[in-house]
Nanobody, 128 residues
Framework: QVQPVESGGGLVQAGGSLRLSCAAS????????MGWFRQAPGKEREFVAA?????????????YYADSVKGRFTISRDNAKITVYLQMNSLKPEDTAVYYC????????????????WGQGTQVTVSS
């Protein structure tokens, strides 16, 4: 089964930083925008950030963020490695969640909810 693999989660104090990685492979991911989501206990999964693929007939737009993480999180990608990163700074206890990456297969930007190929997630815990 093709799916990306997230890593980089852990336990950090409030105000700290973590960098998450989402490693994908092959044609399934190499020319697609990718997104990060998170799900806290007892809550629905929510969008965090998305980044387009810079090339091809449709390349999307600038990185897109949820309001709750703007100015603190930065999404980036290494197309050669087919890896997407999420740099998380100034972390807050409310950022505690399992973080997932997924492929965006839509063709509008900012992205809608057309995501598939979800990873297993990586746990981020921010202590107060």
């Amino acid at each position: 089964q093709v799916q990306p693999v997230e890593s980089g989660g852990g336990l950090v104090q409030a105000g700290g930083s973590l960098r998450l990685s989402c490693a994908a492979s092959g044609r399934t991911f190499s020319r697609y925008a990718m997104g990060w989501f998170r799900q806290a206990p007892g809550k629905e999964r929510e969008f965090v950030a998305a980044i387009s693929w810079s090339g091809g007939s449709w390349s999307g737009g600038s990185p897109y963020y949820a309001d709750s993480v703007k100015g603190r999180f930065t999404i980036s990608r290494d197309n050669a490695k087919i890896t997407v990163y999420l740099q998380m700074n100034s972390l807050k206890p409310e950022d505690t969640a399992v973080y997932y990456c997924a492929r965006y297969y839509g063709n509008i930007w900012p992205p809608n909810n057309q995501y598939d190929y979800w990873g297993q997630g990586t746990q981020v815990t921010v202590s107060s």
